[in-house]
């Protein structure tokens, strides 16, 4: 019996390699088991290659390891592009008819299972494109599971279409099924233990999470162009528009979605963009415009392979320098960067209300591992309640109107001062991208310059009051330290051994530098884990704190860490 | 109270050139916005940048100053928010049609129920002088000492190809007139364009206050009606001896706004922040 399985399923794209994944993932995690998958594609090697790796566990993990043991193969190419996973004992189930596999072909201790999925779709009338679904059924046989749970996911997958639909592809399930046969009884290591279903989890992508936490947090208007890796929160969004009340707008390019948020939120609404780097290097004009005009703006900021278009399916954490230093002139703003999609819920409704506290834009950091991988979050994680406070808004008719409203008073200590938005009495004032004085008139005066900068800045010391610090997991007296953020946490705490601190920096920007100080004074060893080629976690600390971290484990080769990469450096 | 064109006022006077084509748009606007009712605080302007954008400092209404060329996504994103208060763009021929051109092409085809002015000068006042996306060919520039050499941009066929459901010219040497189009534009439900022609006192001398007022002549006057596209396109293409100003193109049709379901409950900006029915939202993450 199985504590732990890692299972692959590749093959052409356009042939429902992402949805099995999806599927057998529910069938799994709708009873208790700890989930997480991982997508792939396309092949650097050949176009058009698809895998999903899903990991099912009885107790909860981090991280996906090495471990493969189960791989479906759609094609014969799956087989090829994922042999250096392979190990001994790894199960391949593959259809003859694409290539007649010999254990000779394949690295020693390999097992395989010939399954005829084109042969027994078309038996049952369907067509080549049910492949997955024989191969769902059969992975449910060899996983031990009860063919029921796969068919209660197979039913909420083609619910809309139909009954004839579903049962059609329950019976196409059900031939996978039976054609493990006896090979599933001897394969009686890959069964997994029966576990008894403890919390109620959602298995959610990062995308979704951010989605999650947006609308709950009072979003009304997003305008987001597609880009990789941040489209599951544009179908998000799109799908649940109507029901929720809320508009998405395909903008034409990211300026236009940048300054279309912009003006919703000075029209009243919670408002917020997502991109990645080459669609947010777009739109740092529009970020430095929400700065001087101190707009509440939510920005969703999902790294892939750079510089320019890079590898955009893969991830990478090399835009950390470019969104702290993103825009022309100084003003503040705040970034905060999820490790995973429960991170990533708690962080967006953190991110829409110290906007709206201190009129500012908030980057939530993300990246295509976070994004596109689906995760197990805590259904009572989402189900909190969430209190809104809109910040400090004009009172109405506290103003007359044959004067402007000052909407950037040099009165409030703190620099916020309250916002009116049109069509409010007496509220009237100019958003003004120039230099402006305390009712958004133009101004170039040298003294009235001075103030509007102090007052912008005075700003950050506001946020500091509130930011949160760095969070520390392991052995909190060990003076072996791992500084690492975003999604790389997860790998890291996977590989964490005895006598190991690490440190998580869920919020970058306002840099907490003195909790960080004193969380690396008195380290006899640190090491920075990141995935880029610089090390921009560790410059931020060296220039926030001073203190320089030489030993940095850096990867940039587009695919996320794995713990046993880390183990093996740390060992070094 | 009361709206009149003084209602609008601030401590601040035009610092145009004397003589500038500015003067009879911002008049006309004034008294456009008085006629129709709209006080200072009921109306958003946004203005873009360019000589035009100057004249957020003395119309006092909720405004925004945006950036080079990106009104019409931020006017969008404002009337998305708040479709009950009217805005309308202040912009140039450079900001909107140069800077701003993918935004023109893809707001037109939306049908926002926005209202747009374009000064049309030709010129890059502000920078002291350049050549502007409709400035005429051998038109000589800053820019281009040797004359213009590449085809302008028409706004108006621009338009009305692209979408826009009310398309007029207007002349800013004619407040009385100007002032009339401003407010059919205003009240057209839909995206209306009004291309203005605007005489450059400072670094045009070829397009004068005569030189149009002697080859300008209103649509109406040779009983154009102003529904019919083709016939609209042809109007527009007409330049030279005789230009000819007024409404080319109008017809009503749904807007931006229209097509969103979220707004049938009244301004998005009104409503109840959150999700109230939270498990319905997570059922299918299940």
């Not at chain 1, 259904?379 to 808004?393: Q, Y």
């Not at chain 1, 306002?510 to 969380?519: G, I, M, R, S």
């Not at chain 2, 969008?76 to 928010?81: F, P, V």
């Not at chain 2, 080319?248 to 706004?257: A, D, G, R, V, W």
Request: proline fraction near 5%.
């Amino acid at each position: 019996m199985a504590q732990s399985i890692t299972w692959k399923i590749g093959g052409e794209a356009g042939f429902g390699i992402m949805a099995s994944g999806t599927m057998l993932a529910r069938a799994f995690s709708r009873h208790g088991y700890y989930i997480f998958t991982l997508n792939e594609y396309p092949s650097l090697i050949r176009g058009g290659h698809n895998a999903v790796t899903v990991r099912i566990a009885t107790a909860p993990f981090y991280s996906l390891d090495r471990s493969l043991h189960i791989l479906v193969a759609l094609n014969k190419e799956t087989v090829e592009l994922h042999k250096n996973e392979l190990r001994e004992g790894t199960v391949i189930v593959f259809d003859p008819h694409d290539y007649e596999w010999k254990e000779e072909e394949l690295p020693p201790g390999i097992i395989l299972i010939p399954v005829p999925f084109r042969e027994l779709v078309q038996k049952k009338g369907g067509e080549v494109i049910m492949r997955n679904t024989v191969a769902l059924g059969t992975s449910i046989a060899i996983l031990g599971a009860p063919f029921e749970c796969l068919a209660d996911v197979v039913r909420d997958q083609f619910a809309r279409k139909g009954e004839a639909v579903v049962n059609h592809n329950i019976e196409i399930a059900r031939a996978g099924y039976d054609a493990v046969g006896d090979a599933a009884t001897a394969l009686s290591a890959l069964r997994l233990d029966s576990i008894e279903k403890k919390n109620d989890y959602l298995l959610i992508n990062g995308s979704e999470a951010v989605g999650i936490g947006a609308v709950r947090a009072g979003l009304k208007f997003a305008a987001i162009y597609p880009m990789t890796p941040i489209n599951a929160l544009i179908s998000f969004l799109a799908d649940h528009a109507k029901s929720l009340g809320i508009v998405y707008k395909q903008p034409e390019d990211e300026i236009a979605g940048i300054n279309m948020a912009i003006g919703a939120a000075i029209s009243g609404v919670r408002s917020m963009v997502a991109t990645s780097g080459g669609g947010f290097a777009l739109m740092v004009e529009g970020l430095s415009l929400a700065g001087m005009i101190e707009v509440p703006l939510v920005i969703d900021m999902g790294m892939r392979v750079g510089p320019a278009t890079g590898m955009p399916t893969w991830t990478e954490q090399g835009d950390l320098q470019f969104i702290i230093h993103a825009g022309h002139g100084e003003f503040p703003r705040i970034v905060l960067a999820p490790a995973n999609a429960t991170e990533a819920y708690e962080l967006t409704v953190k991110a829409f209300h110290l906007a709206e506290e201190f009129h500012v834009p908030v980057f939530i950091l993300t990246d295509k591992y976070l994004n596109e991988s689906q995760w197990c979050v805590e259904a009572v994680v989402l189900e909190r309640d969430v209190v809104i406070n809109r910040g400090k808004v004009m009172t109405l008719g506290s103003e007359k109107s044959t004067t402007s409203f000052k909407r950037y008073d040099l009165i409030s200590p703190d620099g916020i001062s309250a916002r009116s938005f049109p069509g409010m009495k007496g509220g009237q004032y100019i958003a003004n991208s120039y230099e402006h004085d305390e009712t958004g008139m133009v101004s170039e005066d040298s003294a009235m310059r001075t103030k509007m900068v102090d007052r912008r800045l005075k700003k950050i010391a506001a946020i500091r009051k509130v930011m949160m610090p760095p969070v520390v997991y392991g052995d909190q007296s060990s003076k072996t330290v791992i500084v690492t953020w975003g999604s790389t946490l997860g790998p890291v705490l996977a590989a964490m051994k005895a006598n190991t601190r690490i440190i998580h920096f869920p919020w970058l920007y306002p840099f907490p530098a003195d909790a960080t100080k004193e969380l690396l004074t008195g380290a006899t060893r640190v090491i920075d884990i990141e995935q880029n080629a610089t090390g921009q976690l560790a410059s931020l600390i060296r220039a926030e704190t001073g203190i320089e971290i030489t030993e940095k484990f850096l990867k940039y080769d587009g695919r996320p860490w794995l713990p046993e990469e880390i183990i093996e450096r740390i060992k070094v | 109270m009361t709206i009149t064109a003084n209602s609008f006022k601030t401590n601040y006077l035009p610092t145009w050139c004397p003589g500038c084509g500015d003067f009879g748009i911002w008049m006309a606007l004034k008294n456009a916005l008085a006629e129709l009712g709209i006080g200072p605080d009921e109306a958003l302007l946004i203005y873009g940048i360019g000589c035009h954008g100057n004249m957020s400092a003395w119309v006092r209404t909720y405004g925004v100053v945006g950036l080079h060329g990106r009104t019409l996504p931020m006017a969008q994103g404002a009337k998305l928010a708040n479709h009950t208060v009217p805005v309308i763009v202040i912009s140039g021929d450079g900001d909107g049609l140069g800077e701003g051109g993918n935004h023109f092409i893809h707001a037109a085809k939306r049908n926002p129920d926005i209202t747009v002015l374009i000064h049309d000068n030709q010129v890059y006042a502000l920078t002291t002088g350049q050549a502007s996306p409709t400035a005429k060919q051998g038109f000589i520039t800053k820019s281009t000492p040797d004359g213009v050499v590449d085809e302008p941009v028409n706004p108006l066929t621009l338009a009305i190809v692209s979408g826009a459901t009310f398309v007029a010219r207007g002349f800013a040497g004619d407040m009385p007139g100007l002032t009339k189009l401003i407010a059919q534009a205003v009240k057209h439900k839909g995206f209306a364009v009004v291309d203005i022609l605007q005489p450059c006192v400072t670094f045009d001398h070829v397009h004068t206050y005569p030189w149009y007022r002697s080859r300008l002549y209103e649509l109406s006057s040779g009983g154009y009606t102003p529904t019919n596209k083709l016939a609209a396109i042809k109007k527009a293409l007409e330049w030279g001896d005789k230009i000819p100003v007024g409404i080319f193109y109008q017809e009503l049709t749904s807007t931006n706004e229209d097509r969103e379901p979220a707004l049938t409950n009244g301004p998005l900006a009104g409503q109840t922040l959150g999700v109230a029915d939270v498990d319905t939202l997570l059922s299918e993450f299940r």
